[in-house]
């Protein structure tokens, strides 16, 4: 199927500790170096199949890295790197490191030839993020606490979106594995009150999935004690204790809004349900909307798509400047157009449409991300989304049998009652969907709502 909703965090810890199991630390610490680099070139690397299991199309590329620090003493001054990779989310198999020119890393490296890899190539925290300048104290003793260190490092001098990629890497880890030793460093090197609890505390707080508990709750420490899972959320609720509570509160919601463009969905999901009638909330937003932050864009359309409408006037206002933005990602033109869908005004409605037909002549790709606000709503505005689509014989998506008609035809069917002969999850031979594409346009000429 094309590609569906997806939001910027790497998925709920919750929800997925069953199914993809970290590679601990410690195994990390069992390659002969380890060793702290700054990646300064990367090569795209051939197509490859290693194993027939893998799904995703695989390429080998290469990476070169120059050398911070290692433990023991590296050989040479650069790493010449060989890995996998292939793209999507993490769910499913392969799992593979993606790495960023200019971004620093803690790799464990085997040899490989002339060249090295990594000791573990696929699975969950292969590579562990970093950040380029030296940690404070002695050499530690053992691999383990060198890697321990760096990650508390990063904690401690990290960029905000260094913080952030610190909390993603500790998505689905146990807690027990790194909370005490960060947490430990975080508490020896800082004050009482000082600001760097709210911003490590926030950044954690980005990654965290949904549902939430209460912000109360939460940080009394209910449900996130113990060694169990959710590294991030039981780490979370440790540092906000160290934020003095009469400015908790509102310290997250500044946060959540200033730091808005690193975690968008991790802002949205902080603020709403538990900040949607906050008055500071109410305040600060609409300043961000006005100076046209996308990121502000998206948690004003979650606001008011929970059912807060105090600021419905510029969110729309702010939506319909998302749809006629051809930069726009897919998150922010996905959740724009939900929100004109459901809460715009009908002159509103009609702009959309009209995009959505230029879309469909001209740009396949925008085309693409706007028609999947239909999977979620209700008749009759997605009636007449999805009646656009049904001349529309063209394939979802490349090397698919499946078309646009045929989505439009199904989802009609589900969305008006009627049968048009759409069997879900069933592969229909060609002939038994163009006869069911039929029976939804004739449908669609004897009901108003369709045109």
Known sequence: MVRMAVVCLLVSAAGQAG?????PISRLAEAPFVVVARAESIQEGALVTVDPGWKRPTRRPSAVLRVLRSMPEFPGTQVHLNYYSTSGGINGHPMFPSFEAGKSYVLALVPDGAQWKLLEEEGWGTVAPAIEAQPDGETPATKRDFIV?????????????????????LQLRQAGELNDGIFVALKT???PGDERWLDFSTALLGTMGIPRQKLDEFVSGAGTKGSGPDAP????ARTLREVPE???????????????????????ATLVPEFKDDPLLLELLPGYLERKQKSAVYIACWLVNSGQLALLGPTQKAAMAVLADKSADFNKVNIASRL???????????????TFRDAKAHDIGRYNELWQVALEGKAPRVVRILAVMLDDERPAAQGM?????????????????????????????LTERNAGVARARTWVKTHPQGR
């Open 233 to 236: 959320a039981a780490l979370a």
């Open 149 to 169: 260190r760096e990650l508390a490092n990063m904690a401690l001098r990290g960029s905000y979106a260094e913080l952030y990629r610190f909390g993603a890497y």
């Open 401 to 429: 049998s499946f078309r646009f008609c045929d989505y439009g035809a199904s989802l009609l069917q589900k969305v008006s009652g009627e049968n048009f002969g759409f069997a879900p999850g069933v592969e229909m031979p």
């Open 246 to 268: 009469p400015v908790r509160r509102e310290g997250i919601v500044r946060n959540m809004l200033r730091y808005s463009a690193v975690h968008e969905w991790g802002s949205a």
């Open 340 to 354: 004109i869908l459901e809460h715009g005004t009908d002159p509103e409605f009609e702009e959309f449409l009209r």
């Open 189 to 191: 090197n800082l004050a």
């Open 19 to 23: 199914l993809i199991a970290p590679i």
